[in-house]
């Protein structure tokens, strides 16, 4: 029987290609799964883990719990040739950055055509003018991901 309140998805096993689309839905996915903000901190060390143990709340613990999860949700949501060139995973966001090192790579032939396209936009005669506002700020969200406007 399912629960209404339970959240159910399937993260894309990422390829190599789609990388901007399928790192937000990881994001997301990380933060509905309260791992994501965890993330931004380092992995506590083997003595402040030690120094923990007599404590009430173990926040460095629970720290250390949500990087795995974190980095087993990552794993997951590659194909296994990806997953293979991260070797030795330390902390989710150095898996993360490595990833987008390797494949977020902007294609300036694409980034040319963009500006183009934008520069050379003009309205039909006879045309719908919301439709052409529409596409414009599509094609300026386009440019404003690749940081150029």
Not at 27 to 47: R, S
Not at 115 to 127: A, E, F, H, I, Q
Request: net charge neutral.
């Amino acid at each position: 029987m399912s629960n209404p309140n339970t959240f159910v998805t399937k993260i894309r096993k990422f390829d190599g290609t789609g990388y901007r689309l399928w790192a937000r839905h990881l994001q997301l996915y990380l933060e509905v799964k309260e791992v994501w903000a965890g993330m931004q901190f380092p992995t506590p060390t083997a003595e402040q883990l030690k120094g923990e143990e007599s404590a009430p709340e173990k926040p460095l613990h629970k720290l250390t719990v949500q990087h795995k999860l974190a980095m087993t949700i990552i794993l997951t949501a590659l194909t296994d040739g990806i997953a293979a060139e991260i070797a030795d995973p330390v902390h989710p966001m150095h898996m993360l950055n490595a990833l987008k090192n390797t494949y977020r790579r902007v294609c300036d032939t694409m980034v040319e055509e963009l500006k183009r396209n934008y520069l050379s936009r003009y309205l039909d005669v006879g045309g719908d003018m919301l439709a052409h506002i529409h596409d414009t700020r599509l094609m300026l969200a386009d440019l404003a991901c690749y940081k150029v406007v």
